[in-house]
């Protein structure tokens, strides 16, 4: 049975900081990409941040300098960095492993508000 696991949600004030983390566990983690994505409410889900099996990085133009994410395939983690946080960052973020169109698998999500 898969399991991805999020943690690390909240609330927090406009340019505070927050860190997600995701374990997951019935896969072996090092053959999937490992992605964090983002559903603000009438909003489409989108993609924050991916991070390849062999260690390549993407983000959404949005995020971009303000949040990192990284993998510990030792502890079947990954880890969203996010700082200077901004309003419009407040959505559910979710956990995603993906070896292939038909090999996928989600988190249940985490919510993080940035409210003064």
């Known amino acids: 049975q898969v399991q991805l696991v999020e943690s690390g949600g909240g609330l927090v004030q406009p340019g505070g900081s927050l860190r997600l983390s995701c374990t997951a566990s019935?896969?072996?983690?090092?053959?999937?990409?490992m992605g964090w994505y983002r559903q603000a409410p009438g909003k489409q889900r989108e993609l924050v941040a991916i991070?390849?099996?062999?260690?390549?990085?993407n983000y959404v133009d949005a995020v971009k300098g303000r949040f990192t994410i990284s993998r510990d395939n030792a502890k079947n983690t990954v880890n969203l960095q996010m700082n200077s946080l901004k309003p419009e960052d407040t959505a559910v973020y979710y956990c995603?492993?993906?070896?292939?169109?038909?090999?996928?698998?989600w988190g249940q999500g985490t919510q993080v508000t940035v409210s003064s």
């Open positions: 991070v390849t099996t062999g260690g390549d990085t």
């Open positions: 995603n492993a993906v070896r292939s169109a038909y090999d996928k698998y």
């Open positions: 019935g896969i072996i983690f090092s053959r999937y990409s």
